[in-house]
């Protein structure tokens, strides 16, 4: 059964760096597309960043420069540097897997495997 479980969540000043990782077990083979998403209480859940199985790296345009998605295929791990963290970066941050290739994070139907989350606050 597939598990994705992210760490490396916590509190940051503005400004500041976080960096999340994903580590994925139970599955068989790779995946195509992996992606971080965020949520805010109220909100929609929405794409971070996805990279997909040959490297390409596509961001949110709120992230673009700020942020870096890269994964360790040996490791089975998926990272998410933030740096130069804003307020609104805060967020619950999930990582999310699926089998088949995408170019664009989409929605959340758009994924199969989630993780529980992990929680991302920015003070200024």
């Known amino acids: 059964q597939d598990r994705l479980v992210e760490s490396g969540g916590g509190s940051a000043q503005a400004g500041g760096s976080l960096s999340l990782s994903c580590v994925a077990s139970?599955?068989?083979?790779?995946?195509?597309?992996m992606a971080w998403f965020r949520q805010t209480p109220g909100k929609e859940r929405e794409g971070v960043a996805i990279?997909?199985?040959?490297?390409?790296?596509e961001y949110a345009d709120s992230v673009k420069g700020r942020f870096t998605i890269s994964k360790d295929n040996a490791k089975k791990t998926l990272y998410l540097q933030m740096n130069s963290l804003k307020p609104e970066d805060t967020g619950m941050y999930y990582c999310?897997?699926?089998?088949?290739?995408?170019?664009?994070?989409?929605?959340?139907?758009?994924?199969?495997?989630w993780g529980q989350g992990t929680q991302v606050t920015v003070s200024s």
């Open positions: 999310a897997a699926k089998y088949a290739a995408r170019r664009n994070c989409g929605t959340r139907d758009d994924f199969d495997y």
């Open positions: 139970g599955y068989t083979g790779g995946y195509a597309s």
């Open positions: 990279i997909a199985g040959d490297g390409d790296t």
